[in-house]
């Protein structure tokens, strides 16, 4: 899995004014002006524009007139002499060779070798080897016979020798070549003097061939490493090496490419009688047009083609002293042909200097000739003004480029290899950077400005005007030491320098074409890049007094020349004191203008090192391989982006290289530490320390995927973990977590997240703002808050996708589909139900041992999220109640939130609390709560109430309980109305807003009678609404009761007698158990009086009221004596209603019932119960006699006075 190594800021630190910033913008400027040197280069004129050469093969010719030496005339007096050599110091040879020279016999021969620091000298037999900056690291080679005539240094090829040896050391004698190694175990060098450490020459020869009696007069190679000798016998030789010796070739041979294979086949005999020797003594080699020259004794100059690849070997054409002569005789014709001959000297010029010049080949006498190789024909002859040795002036182009230029957006390989660099061109580069600009006769500035200012305008074609405070601005004109540094930069990165890193090739992989991506440079011309810039990193950092750390303390371009001006005098004074002063600040503010320049420019030259460092590093390990380990995006971005703006802006592209490579060896199975260690050494600016930790920590995690031990995985695993913790504000933690949880390391998870919001908001910015009711003004703190909360949810995610498990349906069995062992579906990896939650569980009781109040807080509201707010309750946190105070304080989700809090109370026995919480959810004005949540409510306040009351005996908690219980009386009647209306009107639109009214609050009893119950004529929501408040009104009372008879009458009007009276006896009792315990509410002689009208109306039972009440659970006696009252009041409704028995009878009822159950009476009563009916009775029965005679009432007699004599009987 990637890992994220890149290490992103907290805002706070990279704001306008930081160094961050001000060090983005130093490289986004030196880069603007490296692309401007760049371009310059670019349209810079070839050599063959220069030298005037009219066409691509047409000679010229110059140095026949003054016009063609400007620097040498006797006009400029104001230019000086410049010298053309200069002597910078003096270095003598070391003592101990001085006095080798009184051993000497035969020869002595002496050279350098600037690549590796070095001078030698032989004597002899003996090569002595040492340090010529300092005279120092003396090393000798003794080991051979005879006398050394040729001594060369040259580069072995790749792939064969040992990776320790740096260079081969080739030294001619007349009987046998010896190639010796040598190595520098402190590394290459480029332009720099790191080569002056120790040097190793390896005593034992690596090679050594019989010269066959040929006298080697040079030695040298090409960039490739194959080794070339030129013979006294005029014969240009080859040294072939290899690894190991073939069934058909030696491990070392001898080459001659002068002679043809079928040369053997002359006798020697004859070749010596009719050939006469001509030396080659020269070779010369460009690598970058892969061509070799040779010239000889004689002026004969043979041209060879090394193939594209620079492995091929073929002569292409040879041009004799006389033809040379004769063609330059034809251009210059004016000019004795003696100076023309005899050559004395060849030198390459490559690709980088010229695209049509290849060759310049100089005379005895300081003539040039120019020449190109494709046609052999002169291009330029040069003449000299003496018979010096004649040179070209003019700063740039003196310059030489380091590798080949390709157009800006060519991506692919570089053309041609750079050109070696020459270790002297340290002292050369110091030499340059001190140039002064020559001051010109017209509008100059003093020439002792460091940082000489241009302030000039051009009135006119060649006319130059002094600047003043009115015609122009001051402009920042650079040094010479600031533009050299950039020229260079530039022309050693110019052709990778807007290329992409790599391009995307077709390969054929069996039957199918695959498309890969490979680097857009090659591995060598990386590595020579990288020793050229090398040498100028360590150049400025030797040479510069700056610190990179100091960027930004100066002021920006952007503001420069608005501040410059305003040292100008607003009155336009032009003395020259005035002029002085002004020179005086645009001198000091240009400076310090320059210096932020050139630590952005030093900073931009470590960071491309660093860049090419990281970019070999993939090439030496399968760059293809690892481009496959990047993401899509990345992988799209690396083909598109250019090699400044992967510089400059591609650390996360750098990061993901980084991590692809670390990716291939855990793959492996390798450790990581040396890759790890090698890449800090490298590039420690694109790979930290931190990144260091972040892959070892990746490849632990990695490495206990394959441990099968507990123990040992669960060690591996904590060490990866402390490794993590490290490095926590910078890991990317959802990648990492996510990999934990692949290997259930759950802990791991919770530890790592909790350290990375310490980390990440160390001032603990994040709590204080929350606890300061998140202020929006507060930027800073609402970024730590929100960082914060971000390494919380990979908590909570991990916790969700285990309570998601928990509940995950089991896999139903299935019919296998072959024959055969059971088949693998699932992933093996899966937590069963059981263990999901058995994980959940050890992560919610760690995680209450976070001392972490933010994180608390996190993690309630993903509880109460994923409704899991009973495993809320379990939580033993002291910052839970705070919290849910805090939540309801701010309104958000009010009541959800109250509920909860009640219940937290409730499961830790706060029940005086809770009863307070639930009774503010009763009376909270919200739709959110139904007016049974409410009913509900107040009925766990009163038992919370209680339950409290009971451990603490508090007046207070008292009439606390009493409130609540009249509230719910209140709540009762409310829910009462509201069903009503539900029942009965809620087909009415007027109704419906009623019944959402009574759900959303609760509401005073005047309010519920006026607003509701009396406004829809709800008759028993009255009667209970009176009942509540103790209002006392016997003809309201009655005639409520009068109305809910009525009323179901009325709606039971449909239903058969029977049923009807079932319905109105349930309705009577239902209520009558409310309210018979309060007479006032009750009336029963009213009701019976009226029931028993409706009874005689509708023809129903006799006993239908009597035995109502006595459901309802009046007294026997209270009864009898309502009746009694009603007969002897003699009403003459019931005549009206032609039932004068109806009460007498209902009587003989209720009596009749006593006598079968005698038990209706309590037994201490029962004897004056019995003596009342008998009296009773009596009266009844004189009043039945006094009426006339019928069957009916002769019936009703009889009975009475059966009924009397079981009364006797009973008594």
Not at 244 to 250: N, T, Y
Not at 775 to 799: N, S
Request: net charge negative; aromatic share 8%.
């Amino acid at each position: 899995q990637p890992l994220n190594l890149g290490s992103p800021a907290m805002p706070s630190s990279a704001g306008p004014n930081s160094p961050g910033a001000a060090l983005a913008e130093a490289l986004e400027n030196s880069v603007r002006l490296i692309d401007r040197h760049l371009q310059d280069d670019r349209c810079f004129p070839d050599l063959s524009e220069l030298l005037g050469v009219p066409s691509h093969n047409m000679p010229s010719v110059s140095g026949v007139s003054d016009m063609d030496y400007p620097l040498q005339g006797p006009s400029l007096l104001s230019v000086p002499n410049l010298p053309e050599l200069n002597a910078v110091r003096r270095v003598p040879l070391p003592p101990e060779l001085v006095e080798q020279f009184s051993h000497m016999q035969c020869n002595c021969m002496m050279g350098v070798f600037p690549e590796i620091c070095r001078a030698w000298l032989t004597i002899d037999n003996d090569i002595f080897m040492w340090n010529y900056e300092d005279g120092g690291d003396v090393a000798y080679f003794d080991g051979l016979i005879e006398t050394i005539l040729a001594v060369g240094l040259v580069k072995p090829k790749q792939g064969i020798l040992q990776p320790h040896i740096h260079y081969l050391l080739v030294l001619a004698t007349s009987v046998d070549v010896v190639i010796l190694g040598l190595s520098f175990p402190k590394g290459h060098a480029g332009l720099n003097d790191s080569m002056s450490g120790g040097m190793q020459l390896l005593p034992d020869p690596l090679f050594s061939i019989p010269t066959d009696n040929t006298y080697i007069l040079s030695i040298t190679s090409t960039d490739l490493g194959r080794i070339f000798m030129a013979g006294k016998d005029g014969c240009l030789y080859e040294i072939a090496y290899q690894a190991e010796a073939g069934w058909l070739s030696q491990r070392c041979r001898k080459i001659n490419h002068s002679k043809s294979s079928l040369s053997f086949l002359i006798p020697s005999v004859l070749q010596f009688s009719f050939s006469e020797d001509d030396p080659i003594v020269q070779i010369a080699i460009d690598n970058t047009r892969n061509t070799l020259f040779t010239r000889s004794e004689k002026g004969v100059l043979q041209v060879y083609d090394l193939g594209a690849d620079g492995q091929g070997m073929s002569r292409v054409a040879t041009m004799t002293q006389n033809s040379i002569v004769a063609a330059a005789g034809n251009i210059a014709r004016t000019i004795d042909r003696s100076v023309f001959r005899p050559i004395v000297h060849i030198s390459v010029i490559d690709r980088s200097e010229s695209s049509d010049c290849h060759l310049l080949a100089v005379t005895h006498a300081g003539l040039t000739l120019d020449r190109q190789t494709n046609h052999i024909a002169r291009t330029h002859s040069d003449l000299p003004s003496s018979l010096l040795l004649l040179f070209r002036y003019g700063g740039e182009a003196q310059m030489r480029f380091p590798a080949a230029m390709t157009s800006p957006g060519t991506v692919g390989p570089i053309m041609s290899s750079p050109a070696p660099v020459k270790a002297l061109v340290t002292s050369y580069l110091v030499l340059f950077l001190s140039i002064v600009s020559i001051p010109s006769s017209i509008g100059v500035m003093p020439p002792a400005l460091a940082t000489p200012f241009a302030p000039m305008v051009h009135s006119g074609p060649g006319s130059i005007a002094p600047i003043t405070p009115v015609t122009a601005s001051p402009e920042v004109i650079f040094s010479g030491k600031h533009n050299g540094i950039c020229i260079y930069f530039a022309r050693i990165l110019g052709n990778i320098w807007d290329g992409s890193l790599a391009v995307e090739q077709n390969i054929s992989r069996g039957n199918q074409t695959v498309s890969i991506l490979e680097s857009s440079v090659g591995l060598c011309e990386l590595e020579s890049v990288i020793l050229e810039l090398g040498g100028l990193r360590e150049f400025l950092d030797k040479n510069s007094q700056i610190s990179p750390s100091s960027l930004g303390a100066a002021s920006s371009p952007a503001n420069l020349q608005q501040r410059l001006l305003g040292f100008m005098r607003p009155d336009g004074a032009n003395s020259q004191q005035v002029q002085q002063e002004l020179q005086r600040k645009y001198h000091t503010k240009a400076q310090v203008y320059e210096k932020i320049s050139l630590q952005g420019i030093q900073q931009l030259v470590h960071r491309s090192y660093q860049t090419l460092a990281l970019w070999r590093l993939l090439c030496e390990h399968q760059f293809s391989l690892i481009m496959s380990e990047l993401p899509k995006e990345f992988q799209e971005q690396i083909k598109a982006v250019g090699f400044k703006d992967v510089v400059i802006r591609g650390k996360e592209l750098s990061g993901a290289l980084i991590t692809a490579l670390i990716n291939v060896y855990i793959k492996d199975n390798a450790s990581v530490d040396a890759i790890s260690n090698h890449l800090r050494d490298i590039c420690p600016l694109l790979y930290s320390s931190d990144d260091s930790i972040c892959s070892k920590a990746n490849e632990l995690l990695q490495s206990s995927k394959q441990i099968q031990n507990k123990v040992d995985k669960e060690r591996t695993l904590r060490e990866s973990l402390q490794l993590y913790q490290q490095i926590s504000q910078h890991t990317d933690l959802p990648l990492v977590c996510f990999q934990y949880r692949q290997v259930r390391f759950y802990e791991g998870v919770l530890e790592l997240c909790l350290t990375a919001a310490d980390k990440k908001d160390p001032q603990r910015l994040g709590p204080h703002f929350y606890k300061n009711g998140e202020p929006e003004e507060d930027r800073v703190g609402q970024q730590a808050f929100q960082e914060r909360l971000l390494c919380y949810k990979c908590i909570t995610d991990t916790m969700q996708e285990l309570v998601n498990q928990s509940k995950a349906a089991p896999q139903s069995p299935s019919v296998p589909k072959q024959p055969g062992p059971p088949v693998m579906t699932s992933d093996p990896n899966m937590l069963s139900n059981e263990e999901a939650a058995a994980h959940f569980e050890q992560m919610l009781s760690l995680a209450q041992r976070s001392q972490d109040e933010l994180f608390h807080i996190a993690m309630y509201n993903w509880l109460i999220q994923a409704d899991l707010t009973d495993k809320l309750l379990e939580v033993n946190s002291p910052y839970l109640e705070e919290h849910l105070m805090h939540m309801i304080k701010q309104d958000q989700n009010k009541v959800h939130n109250m509920d909860l809090l009640w219940r937290y109370y409730e499961k830790n026995r706060s029940f005086g609390k809770a009863a307070h919480v639930l009774a503010r959810l009763a009376d909270m004005q919200s739709t959110e709560i139904s007016l049974k949540q409410r009913l509900e409510y107040i009925a766990r306040a009163i038992l919370s109430a209680k339950s409290s009351s009971s451990i603490s005996a508090q007046a207070s908690d008292g009439e606390f309980l009493h409130e609540l219980e009249e509230k719910m009386d209140l709540v009762r009647i409310q829910v009462q109305i509201q069903e009503t209306l539900i029942r009965q009107y809620s087909h009415h639109s007027s109704v419906k807003n009623a019944i959402s009214q009574l759900d959303s609050e609760l509401m005073d009893i005047t309010k519920l009678y006026g607003e509701f119950a009396d406004h829809f004529k709800l008759s028993e929501c009255k009667l209970a609404i009176i009942h509540c408040g103790g209002h006392s009104d016997p003809i309201l009372v009655q005639s409520l009761w009068q109305e809910i008879m009525e009323k179901e009458l009325a709606d039971t009007i449909a239903m058969s007698p029977v049923d009807r009276m079932r319905s109105t006896s349930l309705k009577l009792v239902s209520l009558g158990k409310i309210y018979a315990g309060t007479p006032r509410y009750f009336p029963l002689e009213f009701l019976v009086r009226f029931l028993e009208q409706e009874v005689c109306r509708l023809n129903w039972d006799v006993g239908f009221v009597t035995s109502t009440m006595l459901e309802i659970g009046l007294q026997l006696p209270r009864l009898l004596e309502v009746y009694d009252q009603l007969f002897k009041t003699r009403d003459p409704c019931w005549q009206r209603l032609k039932k004068p028995l109806h009460l007498v009878e209902c009587i003989h009822v209720l009596l009749s019932g006593y006598v079968d159950d005698p038990s209706r009476v309590p037994a201490y009563d029962r004897r004056r119960f019995t003596n009342v009916c008998l009296d009773n009775i009596c009266g009844y029965l004189v009043e039945l006699q006094s009426l006339s005679p019928n069957s009916a009432l002769q019936h009703t007699i009889g009975n009475f006075k059966s009924l009397q004599a079981k009364l006797e009987r009973l008594h």
